[in-house]
Each structure stands twice: as C-alpha cells, then as structure tokens.
C-alpha cells in the first residue's frame, strides 16, 4: 500500500463550556477546538482523513507563568503546523508505518532542536496520524478495529520497541472491538455535588444534568474519575463527601480513579498527602473497596527522577499509580515501570500506535506477577469527531472503561450547525440522542456507551463532516 499526503487543511471552531471545567493548574471555560483535513494517495488514488481536538489550556504544557492566549495556544499551533509539514512528504512511503516513522521521527527531532516539550510534539504527530488513520480506513472500507488487527498498516512493533521483536498486532489486540464500554465520569475541582451547592444564578436550563448526583440519576453512572487539588484542607472534606454521597447513591458496584494532575513536587510529598487523607476511616473504606488507581500526581519534570523508585520501593502500601503528562515518548512507559509505576494511560492525542505498543508493553510477564494497567483518559473530547475516533480507539484496544467529561462541560453538540446535528444523530443513535430541549447530547445508558456505530464505521466516523460550516484556520 503506497501513501503521499499531498494537502492538510485546518478549520476552527470556538467553543465554551456550560460551566468552567478546573482541573490542576487550569479553569476551562472555553476552548479553540481544531479540525485537520488531509488529502492523501493511497495507491494512486486520493482519500480524505479528518482529526480533531480541543486544545486546552495547561495540559500540554504545564507553566503557570504563560499566559494560554498569548504564549501557549500559538506554541501549539506551530508544533502542529510543523507535523503538518513532515506529513506532506514529496515521495511516497511503501505503507502507513513507514510514513508514521518518518513523520515522528523528524517532529522529535525538530521538537529536541527548539527546545519543544515532547508530549505537545507528539500532539501534531497524533492529529496527522489520526487523519491518515480515517482516510486509510475509507480506502480499506474497514473499521479501525480491523485495519489495527489484520496490521493493514504494516507496524513493526519491533521499531518502537525491541522487547516487542516478533510481536504484532493480532498478539497483543482483541480479536473483536469491545461493543460498550463504561464511562468514567469527571469530578472536576469546581464541580457541585448536589443540587443544592448551586447558586440559582448559576443554575442551567439545558435539561442536561449539572450536579454530581444529578449526573448519576440521568446517566446510572457507577465509575468516577476525582479529581485532587494537592491541598489537603480542600481534598480532605471533599473526599469525605464524596464517599458518603457515592456510597449511598451507588453502593458497592461503585469505582473511581483519582487523578493528581501534577500538583506534588515529589513521590514522597503525595505520600504523605495519601497517608494524611487515609487517617480518615471513611476516605480509607472508600479506597480499600474501590480505588482503582491513581494517575499522575508528581509533576512531570520530577515524576521520572530515580528517587521515585526509592519512595514507591518503601511505601508497602502505596496505591497503584500510573503515568499520563510524563508519557511523552517512547521510552517514557518501560522507564516507568522500572521506577515502580503500574502503566500509562491511553489518550488519542499521545498516539495510537504508541498505544498499541504500550498495550504490548504491560502485556508482558512482570516480576512478582505486578498487574499493569493501561487506562483510557480524556481532554474533554466532543464529538462528531474527536470522540468518536477515540472511543473507536478505546474499544480496539480492549479497554473496559474510559473517561469522559466532554458531555458533561459542553452542551452537547450544539456549538455545531444543525446539518453536522442531524447527520450525526443519523449516524450515531447508539450514541446520542436529543433531549426535551432538541439538544443533541450523548446518551449513557446504564453508566455505559454503546459503541456499534462506532465499531462499524471508518476510524469511527461514519460519514466526513462538512467543514466549509466553519472558517479556515490559517496560522
């Protein structure tokens, strides 16, 4: 299979959130969200892919002292502008791997040369990637799940990482995508819990749920994903809360994550934080019965330092603790799990064939039998097209929950004009459905996402929007 990229265009469209999303560092209430169209030749005839993603503020790059406008917002159009360039090859590559190669390999070095951080490099890699992945699917007539299994794309998993040698992707993918998955939902720093912590003013009138345990009832939600804040005097009595508010709605079937959005310095200061919140018999029941992990709490320039290994090697009872910000090359997962941490999370905009091999990665055999995880996170993806693709991911990739907050900080699809509503309200009804405002919104059932649709479309998309409805991006 012979491919050139020969044209990438960009279209933008600004979206703000029903109420601010906090998270780490960041208060989103709104955010530029970008679509990538690319036109490629794919033996010797040409194919459209398009990608997506918000662009968040402070998660790519974590600096307090930038301001997101004026510093961080143009830093990552150039890093993905020039993606852009290194996916416009003049000569046609033999298949998509070696394309992806290439295209990865000159963005690290471009990104090592001007001083780039590598997890906003790869961000330009993985929306190329992504488009190219859509329009391989098209020229397959394939889902994604079974261009990644049949490896239509030629990955040599060996050249990412040796330990893979001899691995493909049939070894290390299900055979069949997973057809639902639970969704994980979002407690944001600035969340109400209930009902009655809004102010009137504040309230909304979208019929979608706003509260906590407003978002349970509608969407019978059972896993969770909090958020910690790295103060003790705020984590300490909403984790109280917290547990007595989900143990009565939910009861036992309920699991959470939490996440420390990079607020420790060090291992060893989450270690005292965890200690001092576990003193608490409530908050310590909870995480004995339910804690499924936790996800990056040191901070990504200090979360790979060797004198991690020494605190995690001491804490007998540490809890498992995966990275995600600190996941931003290809050795970054096997650096980890020599340090002691128990996996990596899955998020599109890190990468999809990194993914597959991180998912090689954990499937190996781990001293003392150590249960390794690769989870599935979120940047508030959307659809029609970011989240899709991404639970089109999540679901070839075996994962049984994911978290979403998208549906939760937007309100539904409505930023969008009623043409794309329509289409992917025919397209998708697993997915979404309208509410009794007319509001196209996705529709758990049960705390889970039906994915069908999805599995059965082209890298979950069933047909290209329409991307003239919104201005070129031209940066």
């Given at each position: 299979?012979?491919?050139?990229?020969?044209?990438?265009d960009?279209?933008r469209?600004?979206?703000?959130?029903?109420?601010p999303?906090?998270?780490?560092?960041?208060?989103?209430?709104?955010?530029?969200h970008?679509f990538?169209r690319?036109?490629v030749?794919?033996?010797?005839q040409?194919w459209?892919?398009?990608?997506?993603e918000?662009?968040?503020p402070?998660?790519?790059?974590?600096n307090?002292?930038t301001?997101?406008?004026?510093d961080?917002?143009?830093?990552?159009?150039?890093?993905?502008?020039?993606?852009?360039?290194?996916a416009m090859?003049?000569?046609?590559?033999?298949?998509?791997?070696?394309?992806?190669?290439?295209?990865?390999d000159?963005?690290?070095?471009w990104?090592?040369?001007?001083?780039?951080?590598?997890?906003?490099?790869?961000?330009?890699?993985?929306?190329?990637?992504?488009?190219?992945?859509?329009?391989?699917?098209r020229?397959?007539?394939?889902?994604?799940?079974?261009?990644?299994?049949?490896?239509?794309?030629?990955?040599?998993?060996?050249?990412?990482r040796s330990?893979?040698?001899g691995?493909?992707?049939?070894?290390?993918?299900?055979?069949?995508?997973r057809?639902?998955?639970?969704?994980r939902?979002?407690?944001?720093?600035?969340?109400?819990?209930t009902?009655?912590?809004?102010?009137?003013?504040?309230?909304?009138?979208?019929?979608?749920?706003?509260?906590?345990?407003?978002?349970i009832?509608r969407?019978?939600?059972?896993?969770?994903?909090?958020?910690?804040?790295?103060?003790?005097?705020?984590?300490l009595?909403?984790?109280?809360s917290l547990?007595?508010?989900?143990?009565?709605?939910?009861?036992?079937?309920?699991?959470?994550t939490?996440?420390?959005?990079?607020?420790?310095?060090t291992?060893?200061?989450f270690?005292?934080?965890w200690?001092?919140?576990?003193?608490?018999?409530s908050?310590?029941?909870?995480?004995?019965?339910?804690?499924?992990f936790?996800?990056?709490?040191?901070?990504?320039?200090?979360?790979?330092?060797?004198?991690?290994?020494?605190?995690?090697?001491?804490?007998?009872?540490?809890?498992?603790?995966i990275?995600?910000?600190?996941?931003?090359?290809?050795?970054?997962?096997?650096?980890?799990?020599?340090?002691?941490?128990?996996?990596t999370s899955?998020?599109?905009?890190?990468?999809?064939?990194?993914?597959i091999?991180?998912?090689?990665t954990?499937?190996?055999?781990?001293?003392?039998?150590?249960?390794?995880?690769?989870?599935?996170?979120?940047?508030?993806?959307i659809g029609?097209?970011?989240?899709?693709?991404?639970?089109?991911?999540?679901?070839s990739?075996?994962i049984?929950?994911v978290?979403?907050?998208g549906h939760?900080?937007?309100?539904g699809?409505?930023?969008?004009?009623?043409?794309?509503?329509?289409?992917?309200?025919?397209?998708?009804?697993?997915?979404y459905?309208?509410?009794?405002?007319?509001?196209?919104?996705?529709q758990?059932?049960?705390?889970?996402?039906?994915?069908?649709s999805?599995?059965?479309?082209p890298?979950?998309?069933?047909?290209?929007?329409?991307?003239?409805h919104?201005p070129?991006?031209?940066f």
């Open positions: 299979m012979s491919m050139q990229v020969h044209q990438i960009f279209h469209l600004d979206m703000q959130t029903r109420f999303f906090r998270y780490g560092i960041a208060s989103m209430c709104e955010v530029p970008l990538v690319m036109h030749e794919i033996d010797n040409m459209q892919g398009t990608s997506s918000g662009l968040p402070k998660w790519f790059t974590k307090p002292e301001d997101f406008k004026a961080d917002l143009p830093e990552m159009l150039t890093v993905i502008k020039q993606a852009a360039r290194f090859t003049r000569d046609s590559h033999r298949d998509f791997f070696s394309w992806w190669m290439d295209l990865s000159q963005q690290t070095a990104a090592a040369e001007n001083g780039q951080p590598p997890l906003l490099a790869n961000l330009g890699v993985s929306l190329m990637e992504r488009a190219a992945l859509d329009a391989t699917c020229q397959q007539r394939s889902s994604l799940s079974t261009v990644l299994f049949q490896n239509r794309l030629g990955i040599d998993l060996s050249a990412i330990h893979l040698t691995k493909r992707p049939s070894d290390i993918l299900p055979s069949q995508p057809s639902r998955v639970q969704l939902h979002t407690i944001g720093l600035g969340d109400p819990l009902e009655s912590e809004i102010p009137v003013e504040e309230k909304l009138e979208d019929n979608l749920p706003q509260s906590l345990t407003s978002s009832d969407y019978g939600l059972r896993y969770f994903k909090i958020k910690l804040s790295g103060r003790l005097d705020a984590d009595p909403r984790m109280r547990s007595k508010l989900l143990r009565e709605r939910v009861g036992e079937s309920m699991r959470f939490l996440d420390g959005n990079e607020q420790y310095a291992m060893a200061s270690k005292n934080h200690q001092e919140l576990n003193n608490d018999a908050i310590r029941g909870m995480v004995n019965q339910s804690l499924l936790v996800e990056q709490p040191v901070h990504r320039d200090t979360a790979l330092r060797p004198e991690v290994k020494d605190t995690l090697e001491d804490w007998r009872e540490a809890p498992p603790v990275i995600d910000e600190s996941d931003a090359e290809i050795d970054s997962l096997p650096t980890a799990l020599d340090l002691g941490y128990a996996g899955h998020k599109n905009c890190k990468g999809i064939i990194k993914s091999a991180a998912l090689g954990i499937q190996r055999e781990q001293p003392g039998n150590r249960k390794l995880i690769l989870s599935a996170e979120d940047l508030g993806n029609p097209v970011a989240l899709l693709q991404d639970l089109a991911v999540v679901a990739l075996g049984s929950h978290e979403r907050n939760h900080y937007f309100a699809l409505s930023m969008f004009p009623a043409p794309i509503q329509n289409q992917t309200a025919q397209d998708h009804p697993d997915l459905q309208r509410n009794a405002s007319d509001l196209l919104a996705l758990p059932r049960n705390g889970q996402l039906q994915l069908d999805v599995n059965a479309a890298m979950g998309i069933s047909q290209h929007i329409d991307l003239q919104f070129h991006w031209d």
